[in-house]
């Protein structure tokens, strides 16, 4: 198994900037990629980003975040980040950090099979 925990999460205020960890431990073997999904109360879990794990660099994002965002890993900490600029209020969310073995559609929250339990995001305007 995959334990995956977050970090890093708070209250910011409109283009502000906030950079949330996710460590992994355990089986990690197994993993593809690390991503970052979202989800806000009432709304359905979405897809924010994802790096592949180990090896060379692969990314993917939203375009919701594209240009905003940066996904990046620090292997030797066995952590990946997540570095969010310009935030907006609709930004927030609980962030969840996943594993996934799989090597496309990492847009698809089926394809991850651990999830972290989560930290909160709120953007102030």
């Known amino acids: 198994q995959v334990q995956l925990v977050e970090s890093g999460g708070g209250l910011v205020q409109a283009g502000d900037s906030l950079k949330v960890s996710c460590v992994a431990s355990g089986r990690t073997f197994s993993t593809y990629a690390l991503g970052w999904f979202r989800q806000a109360p009432g709304k359905e879990r979405e897809f924010v980003t994802a790096i592949k794990w180990s090896g060379s660099i692969s990314t993917d994002y939203a375009d919701s975040v594209k240009g905003r965002f940066t996904i990046s890993r620090d292997s030797a900490k066995n952590t990946v980040y997540l570095q969010m600029n310009s935030l907006k209020p609709e930004d927030t969310a609980v962030y969840y950090c996943?594993?996934?073995?799989?090597?496309?559609?990492?847009?698809?929250?089926?394809?991850?099979?651990?999830w972290g339990q989560g930290t909160q995001v709120t953007v102030s305007s």
């Open positions: 996943a594993s996934t073995p799989y090597g496309s559609r990492w847009y698809d929250p089926h394809k991850y099979d651990y």
